[in-house]
């Protein structure tokens, strides 16, 4: 009993250490062009469009952790497993230039006006 015990357990550990690792790699598949004027960056912006949308902005439910993007104030916030939330900043500038968030939150009636703004907009 005790080693069918230390065998869930140690199958949840990796299970969850699997979810972590691919919901932080699908949160920004993109690399480069962290200097201003944030060019020459590679790989998949986010996808905005395919998140699940709410009253305050836009939902991506992961594995482990959910991201919520904030379209009224430009947050992101996160929550793992539905219980321990805790709000992760505010949108960067570079995530601004080349994800453009703003876009899909105009896209779908939300006020961005608060949020800090790029002059290479």
């Known amino acids: 009993m005790k080693g069918f015990l230390i065998g869930v357990g140690l199958t949840a550990l990796v299970a ?3 979810g972590l690792t691919l919901d932080i790699r699908s949160f920004d598949r993109t690399s480069g062009g962290y200097e201003y004027p944030y060019d020459n960056w590679t790989g998949e912006i986010i996808d905005f469009s395919s998140m699940y949308q709410t009253s305050e902005g836009l939902y991506q439910k992961g594995y482990v952790i959910d991201l919520f993007f904030n379209c009224n104030h430009g947050l ?3 929550e793992v497993f539905g219980v321990f939330k805790g709000e992760f900043r505010t ?3 570079r995530a601004i230039v080349v994800h453009r968030p703003q876009d899909e939150c105009e896209s779908r009636g939300f006020n961005t006006n608060s949020w ?3 002059d290479l907009l």
């Open 91 to 93: 949108f960067s500038e």
């Open 116 to 118: 800090a703004i790029s």
């Open 16 to 18: 969850l250490i699997v």
């Open 76 to 78: 992101i916030t996160w």
